[in-house]
């Protein structure tokens, strides 16, 4: 590869970085604030109900899970594409296991199964 060829790809993967880094971020943050907009709102016009915080913390849980997917992305890249060292890579490793941990947590919590279990026969 030529320099200006490496140039390119290197700026292209910062921001592609940036761009993941944003879009997990925000996911989080639009999936929270819609959940608290939307159950606040059921919570004043339908009053207290059980169901209603399980809900809640399912909407929470699933914007979470999904900004997870995209800050992981961007650690794949900023690994593979800016810094390639056996440091960097073990620090990747360790961020992807802990947010996998996080990931089989949130969905056990979800469902109340592990990810690879059948769903029960409805």
Do not use: C
């Amino acid at each position: 590869m030529t320099t200006q060829m490496m140039a390119a790809v290197y700026e292209l993967a910062l921001w592609s970085i940036a761009l993941l880094e944003l879009m997990g971020i925000g996911t989080i943050i639009l999936f929270s604030l819609n959940a608290t907009v939307t159950n606040v709102y059921l919570l004043i016009t339908r009053g207290h109900k059980k169901d209603l915080f399980q809900a809640y913390r399912l909407q929470l849980a699933r914007g979470i899970l999904l900004g997870l997917e995209f800050l992981v992305a961007a650690d794949i890249i900023k690994t593979v594409a800016i810094e390639l060292t056996f440091e960097t890579v073990g620090i990747l490793a360790l961020i992807v296991l802990i947010r996998t941990f996080l990931s089989f947590a949130i969905e056990l919590e979800m469902t109340s199964r592990w990810p690879w279990q059948k769903p029960p026969d409805s």
